[in-house]
C-alpha cells in the first residue's frame, strides 16, 4: 500500500504527495477577486499535493457571505492566474472550487436585491455574515424548472474560466447545504418536478453539472466535494442517506471523474455525528477518493496505508501550517489556529502562520 507521502496520478494530474489542502472561506477577497495577500497565501501552502481553492462563487446569485471571490469575469480570470502562476513556479498543483450557496445567502449579495435562488422557498435556519455582520440569510425563492439549465450553464461558464485562469483542475462544491445538497436531500428539496421527489430525481442536478462540466473541460479534471450527513447550514439528515449517495457514487461512476472529496461527519466537527458507511459509497464510485474532516497525522498515516482512502485533506491545520506537509513528515508539532483571524480582516492569521527554521 501508498504511503501518504508518495506521489499519486488523479485524474489528468500527477501530484507530489496524497496532502490535499482542503477548500477553506477567508474572506478576503475585496472587489469579489483574489489579490496579493492570497497570492502569496496559496504560494506558502504549495507544498501540498493538490490545493483545493476557498469557495469561489460561479456567478453573481452563487455568493453568499461576504468577500468571497467569483469565477465568472474577465477580471476574476486575470487575478486567479497570479495565484496559479505563483503555485505553479513553486512546484504545486490547484484546483478552484465552484460554489453556488444557494439559499445560503442574503440579498444584499443578489443582482438588484433579488431573493437568493434554491430547490424551494423555505428558509434555511441560519445566518451569513455581511458587512452588517452576523445577518440571518434571506428567504430564497424555488428554481423554476426552466431556470435549472442556466445553473448548469453557469457551472460550465466558471468550470472553462477556471482552466483560462491556469488551474489544474475544478472540484464542485456538492457539501455543506448549499445549492447542490439543497437539491439532494429530501430534508431540503419540496419540488415537485424532475428534479425532486425521487432519489433519481435529486440527484439530477448534480448528475447533470458533472456530466456537462466533465464534458466541457475533461473528466480527468473535474472533481466532487460531498458531505454525505453533514448537518452544517441547516441541512436536515436525508431521509435515506446511504441511498442516496450510493445512487450519487453510481451515477458519477462512469464519469471517470478525477476525484471524489468526501467529508465524514459533520464539517469541521464530530466525525460520529451519524451512521454512514463511506466505504460502500467509495466502492460504487471506483475513482480517487479524498477523505476529510479532523483526520490527524496518525489517523492519515493509517487510511492511506490501509487503502481506506488514496489522499487526506486537511482543512484548518493547512491554515497554521503552511508547511504542513514537512511538518507531518517530520512528526514535527502543529501550530495552533487562531479562530479570531478565520474570517475577514488582512495579513494577519492569513500569512504570518511561520513554517519551521530550516
Ligand atoms: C465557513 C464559512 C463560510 C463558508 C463550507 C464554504 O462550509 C463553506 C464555508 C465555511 O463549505
Known amino acids: 500500500m501508498p504511503s501518504l507521502f508518495d506521489p499519486m496520478q488523479i485524474g489528468d494530474l500527477i501530484l507530489a504527495n496524497r496532502i490535499v ?7 478576503r477577497s475585496r472587489g469579489l477577486k483574489p489579490g496579493a495577500m492570497a497570492v ?11 490545493i483545493i481553492t476557498e469557495g469561489t462563487q460561479i456567478n453573481p446569485e452563487g455568493q453568499g457571505y461576504l468577500d468571497t471571490p467569483g469565477i465568472h469575469s474577465s477580471e476574476q480570470i486575470a487575478a486567479w492566474r ?20 444557494g439559499r445560503i445567502s442574503h ?8 431573493a437568493p435562488v434554491s430547490s424551494t422557498s423555505r428558509p434555511a435556519n441560519g445566518k451569513t455574515f455581511t458587512a452588517e455582520g452576523l445577518v440571518p440569510v434571506s428567504a430564497p425563492r424555488a428554481l423554476a424548472t426552466e431556470e435549472i439549465p442556466g445553473v448548469v450553464a453557469a457551472f460550465v461558464h466558471a468550470a472553462r474560466c477556471a482552466m483560462e485562469a491556469g488551474f489544474d483542475a475544478v472540484e464542485v462544491h456538492g457539501a455543506n447545504g448549499y445549492l447542490i445538497d439543497q437539491f439532494l436531500r429530501d430534508s431540503i428539496n419540496d419540488r415537485t418536478d424532475q428534479y425532486g421527489g425521487s432519489i433519481e430525481n435529486r ?9 456537462a462540466i466533465a464534458a466541457a473541460i475533461g ?5 466532487l466535494r460531498l458531505s454525505p450527513v453533514t448537518p452544517v447550514n441547516d441541512a436536515g439528515q436525508d431521509s435515506q442517506a446511504q441511498a442516496l449517495f450510493n445512487h450519487v457514487a453510481e451515477q458519477l461512476a462512469p464519469l471517470k471523474l478525477a476525484f471524489l472529496d468526501v467529508v465524514e461527519g459533520q464539517t469541521g466537527g464530530p ?16 475513482g480517487t477518493w479524498i477523505a476529510n474532516n479532523g483526520y490527524s497525522r496518525e489517523m492519515a ?18 491554515i497554521s501550517n503552511p508547511d504542513l506537509v514537512r511538518r507531518l513528515r517530520l512528526n514535527a508539532p502543529l501550530q495552533p489556529l487562531d479562530r479570531a483571524t478565520l474570517y475577514g480582516g488582512d495579513a494577519k492569521g492569513y500569512i504570518d502562520y511561520p513554517a519551521l527554521a530550516a
Do not use: C, N
Open 301 to 318: 498515516l493509517q487510511a492511506v496505508a490501509a487503502g481506506e482512502a488514496d489522499a487526506i485533506a486537511f482543512g484548518r491545520d493547512f
Open 107 to 114: 440579498q444584499v449579495f443578489q443582482p438588484e436585491g433579488r
Open 203 to 211: 440527484a439530477r442536478l448534480l448528475v447533470e453539472v458533472m456530466t
Open 21 to 27: 489542502m482542503a477548500p477553506l472561506t477567508r474572506s
Open 271 to 286: 466525525r460520529d455525528i451519524a451512521p454512514f458507511d463511506y466505504q460502500a459509497m467509495r466502492q460504487r464510485f471506483g
Open 219 to 223: 473528466p480527468g479534471r473535474t472533481g
Open 40 to 50: 502569496e497565501y496559496y504560494r506558502q501552502r504549495a507544498a501540498a499535493g493538490l
Open 82 to 101: 497570479e495565484v496559479t502562476d505563483a503555485v505553479h513556479a513553486a512546484g504545486g498543483k490547484i484546483a478552484v472550487q465552484l460554489w453556488h450557496v
